[in-house]
């Protein structure tokens, strides 16, 4: 039972490493003249709150929900490559983007945006 216990524990903290590093990275550029660029098809909210209201939709599969979300505008599906800044960094993963060139503020996932190379 321990054995099975420690290699739980070692992929937990396998994975929450993998998965804090690009975290940690969006961190300490969050508010800097970093810019970072828009995956294909991630998903762009205009706010947190819509966001994780869109994943919790995802889940329950409550695909009718979702796409009354798509089609008032609150949720779109970003164009690939969309220079943005990062503004805001949650420790779960959620990501306060902000167009360059533009004052609006949206709301995305860590893995939706990468550095700008």
């Not at 970072?36 to 909210?45: C, G, L, P, Q, R």
Request: proline share 3%; charged share 20%.
């Amino acid at each position: 039972m321990k054995r099975a216990a420690l290699a739980f524990l070692m992929v937990v903290v396998f994975v929450a490493i993998g998965y804090a590093a690009p975290i940690y990275e969006l961190c300490m550029n969050a508010g800097t003249s970093t810019v970072y660029v828009v995956k294909e098809y991630s998903v762009i909210a205009i706010n947190e709150q819509t966001l994780r209201v869109a994943g919790r939709l995802v889940v329950e599969k409550d695909y009718e929900a979702l796409k009354t979300l798509l089609r008032s505008g609150m949720i779109v599906l970003a164009k690939p490559g969309v220079k943005v800044y990062v503004e805001t960094v949650r420790s779960d993963g959620y990501v306060a983007i902000r167009p360059v060139g533009k004052i609006n503020i949206f709301w995305t996932l860590s893995t939706a945006v990468e550095k700008d190379e």
